[in-house]
T-cell receptor
Framework: DAGVIQSPRHEVTEMGQEVTLRCKPI?????LFWYRQTMMRGLELLIY????????DSGMPEDRFSAKMPNASFSTLKIQPSEPRDSAVYFC????????????FGEGSRLTVL | SQQGEEDPQALSIQEGENATMNCSYK?????LQWYRQNSGRGLVHLIL?????REKHSGRLRVTLDTSKKSSSLLITASRAADTASYFC???????????????FGKGITLSVRP
């Protein structure tokens, strides 16, 4: 199995630009999570989906952030417009319905907003 | 706010020694999990212990859970340089299902194992 695939691995952009991060979960997994990791705040859950439906987006910082999951094999996290304080590593993780709780993480997308 | 709080924040030991890391949490849990993160990589699941379990082993890993004290410990025996990484505890809420699947992570412990 290829594992959770995220793209891009690195992105450098300027303030005000739109950023789109992509995630392909493990085939057959029915839950998908977006986390953000910074030195200051650690790992924060932004949003998670179950069976492609957003369940809890209370961690999304503000309206500049949006996430979609149009089908079971693809999700996007969009930031528009981006700001320097959005600089972080964004992780996608997926979970199997039959599993008791283990999350499988992608390698992350490191975002730098100048 | 973070549910899990790891202790210590950083740990440096010699290869061959044992490493003990602690995690405390505030509210009831369904299970507690430990993850490892190598520099620049994603998190990798190590072990899960349920709220009705007290101890679990996996290879060189030993995890304990004390629900009365709301704490867990991760012991890595006979450490190796390759164990150098950050270690995170994560807690799952009492009714952990597909629709209630939040895992809350601590800020992590940085373990350095000197060759």
């Amino acid at each position: 199995d290829a594992g959770v695939i995220q793209s891009p691995r690195h992105e450098v952009t300027e303030m005000g630009q739109e950023v789109t991060l992509r995630c392909k979960p493990i085939s057959g997994h029915n839950s998908l999570f977006w986390y953000r990791q910074t030195m200051m705040r650690g790992l924060e859950l932004l949003i998670y989906f179950n069976n492609n439906v957003p369940i809890d987006d209370s961690g999304m910082p503000e309206d500049r952030f949006s996430a979609k999951m149009p089908n079971a094999s693809f999700s996007t996290l969009k930031i528009q417009p981006s700001e320097p304080r959005d600089s972080a590593v964004y992780f996608c993780a997926s979970r199997d319905r039959a599993n008791t709780g283990e999350l499988f993480f992608g390698e992350g997308s490191r975002l730098t907003v100048l | 706010s973070q549910q899990g709080e790891e202790d210590p924040q950083a740990l440096s030991i010699q290869e061959g020694e044992n490493a003990t890391m602690n995690c405390s949490y505030k509210t009831s849990i369904n299970n507690l999990q430990w993850y490892r993160q190598n520099s620049g990589r994603g998190l990798v699941h190590l072990i899960l212990i349920r709220s009705n379990e007290r101890e679990k082993h996996s290879g060189r890993l030993r995890v304990t859970l004390d629900t009365s004290k709301k704490s867990s410990s991760l012991l890595i025996t006979a450490s190796r340089a390759a164990d150098t990484a950050s270690y995170f505890c994560a807690t799952a809420p009492p009714f952990y299902t597909g629709a209630n699947s939040k895992l809350t992570f601590g800020k992590g412990i940085t373990l350095s194992v000197r060759p």
